[in-house]
């Protein structure tokens, strides 16, 4: 007799949702149980959850806490999921996805497919030129507060499907497990770090600001990734009542904005009289103000509205590099060094090195200090002799400029 289940789930489903997951890699949650752990016996593993799902009696297991620092200090609580539960969310993910995905727009460019920060980064740098004030507006905790009513309220109105509804229902209940091992419930909020919640939280956004934006202000530009986001305005006084309405739009929706993060800006550049308070915001890693440009024709130079890295984005690059501990890891060779920081400064080339990538030149000349330490360390008849290490490692960039991602952009960076 053919077995039959309460919900008619495909297998493929989970082989698939497996797959990527797995590409995402990602620590263990609460059970410990690591990737390569489910891996040893991954079709007994999915067969289990499949069942499971397909029957209704899946409870997702608490989410282990986790904290990271923030780039602008302070730390931040991630929750990981079991590695079962990711797989879990992902196979709902694949399906509710490209339900809500035709109803986003353009302007959102926050978690979703095809999308990017650096689009935003470029939409937003071609509007700064176009209208004078920008309304940057910053919700805060918008993981942690999203109202459990209103985001089921929206996900229905996207699928009738049951076990989708039932397991997000779920998912937003899930606790919190700390440190300690005690378990924190949850009233509001996703999880931030699960792989449902950006879908949940973009859907949430699409009703609370995109939908109304287009409804209620259609003359005005806007751009939002996640929650961060921007309004374009003609004059300060459009700018300033903006943000008194938006103000009371997310306070209706249980959302608050930060009073630090939010802000108007005047763009200002060589065609725009006055000043104002503010002529500078940040957004996506970028800070935009106005900064000295060239006109290619006449090569007449001019004030220009333009993004560049800004010195938040730097000083966690510094950070990062002084967690490698590269000046320490005398074990290492040169060549061992280059594989494993060439993913991190190619990265940060192809974000923060599109707009003004001279700025990066601080970040690329703290590495290139940290290897003088290196090979002061590594090589005995270099302890104790700085300008020797430096004439070294010049010479070592110019005759293999492609060792370091930054070097064959011919970008060496000082060694002092």
């Excluded at 996805?97 to 727009?105: A, D, H, L, R, T």
């Amino acid at each position: 007799m053919k077995e039959t289940k309460p919900f008619n789930i495909p297998k493929h489903l989970f082989v698939q949702a497996y797959k990527l997951v797995k590409a995402n890699a990602g620590a263990a949650g609460v059970d410990k149980q690591s990737l390569e752990d489910f891996a040893r016996n991954v079709k007994s593993n999915l067969y289990k959850l499949w069942n499971r799902m397909s029957s209704g009696s899946y409870f997702p297991p608490p989410v282990r806490a986790v904290s990271i620092p923030k780039k602008s200090g302070g730390e931040r609580i991630l929750g990981v999921p079991t590695v079962s539960d990711r797989i879990a969310q992902m196979v709902v993910k694949l399906l509710f996805e490209p339900k809500v995905e035709p109803y986003f727009f353009t302007d959102s460019y926050g978690y979703r497919p095809n999308k990017s920060a650096l689009e935003a980064v470029g939409v937003t740098r071609q509007r700064c030129w176009q209208y004078s004030w920008v309304l940057e507006f910053d919700i805060k905790g918008l993981f942690d507060n999203l109202d459990h009513e209103l985001l089921m309220k929206a996900v229905r109105k996207h699928t009738d499907n049951k076990w989708i509804i039932l397991y997000i229902e779920r998912w937003l209940k899930t606790p919190l497990q700390l440190s300690d091992g005690s378990q924190k419930e949850k009233t509001k909020g996703v999880m931030q770090g699960g792989v449902i919640s950006p879908v949940l939280s973009n859907l949430f956004m699409h009703y609370a600001f995109d939908a109304w934006m287009k409804r209620k202000h259609p003359t005005i530009l806007w751009c939002r990734y996640a929650d961060d986001g921007l309004l374009h305005c003609n004059t300060e006084r459009q700018a300033r009542w903006m943000l008194k309405v938006l103000g009371k739009r997310f306070s209706d929706c249980g959302l608050q904005l930060h009073p630090d993060k939010t802000k108007v800006a005047y763009c200002k550049d060589s065609n725009r009289r006055g000043s104002y308070q503010n002529q500078s915001f940040d957004f996506l890693g970028y800070t935009f103000r106005p900064r000295e440009a060239m006109n290619r024709k006449d090569h007449l130079r001019f004030v220009s509205f333009t993004p560049a890295v800004s010195k938040t984005s730097m000083k966690a690059m510094r950070e990062k590099i002084k967690r490698c501990r590269i000046g320490r890891r005398t074990e290492l060779e040169i060549g061992d060094i280059a594989e494993i920081c060439n993913p991190m400064l190619q990265g940060w080339i192809n974000y923060f090195g599109q707009y003004h990538y001279s700025e990066l030149d601080a970040v690329f000349r703290h590495f290139n200090q940290t290897l003088v330490k290196w090979a002061m360390r590594k090589y005995k008849k270099l302890r104790g002799r700085k300008t020797e290490t430096i004439k070294f490692l010049t010479r070592l960039a110019q005759d293999e400029p492609k060792l370091f991602a930054h070097w064959s952009r011919g970008r060496l960076g000082a060694f002092t």
